[in-house]
Nanobody, 122 residues
Framework: QVQLVESGGGLVQPGGSLRLSCKAS????????VGWYRQAPGKQRELVAA???????NYADSVKGRFTISRDNAKNTVALQMNSLKPEDTAVYYC????????????????WGQGTQVTVSS
């Protein structure tokens, strides 16, 4: 049974940094792609960063150059390092997995973890 637990969110000032973690269990994590999504108030959930099983990554234009996704297969975790945070990064952040690539359409997935709240404000 797939289980995803997100952590690491919090309140940070503009320009600050946070490191999110996604802990996975219940499946062979190393062969799965993982994506970080976020949902801001009143907006649709969107994919912001993804990493394939082989380590290749891609990012939404809005976070490129500021966010870095990485994985540790030994610990079944994926991290999202977020630097130079902006108020528009405020959202609940979620991770999800898929066999080859993660979908940019969040509605393709029935299961989601509880997410972790990121608030960027002075």
């Amino acid at each position: 049974q797939v289980q995803l637990v997100e952590s690491g969110g919090g309140l940070v000032q503009p320009g600050g940094s946070l490191r999110l973690s996604c802990k996975a269990s219940g499946f062979i994590f190393s062969i799965y792609a993982v994506g970080w999504y976020r949902q801001a108030p009143g907006k649709q959930r969107e994919l912001v960063a993804a990493i394939r099983s082989g380590g290749s990554t891609n990012y939404a234009d809005s976070v490129k150059g500021r966010f870095t996704i990485s994985r540790d297969n030994a610990k079944n975790t994926v991290a999202l390092q977020m630097n130079s945070l902006k108020p528009e990064d405020t959202a609940v952040y979620y991770c999800n997995v898929d066999r080859v690539v993660v979908s940019p359409r969040p509605y393709d997935y029935d299961y989601w973890g509880q997410g972790t709240q990121v608030t960027v404000s002075s």
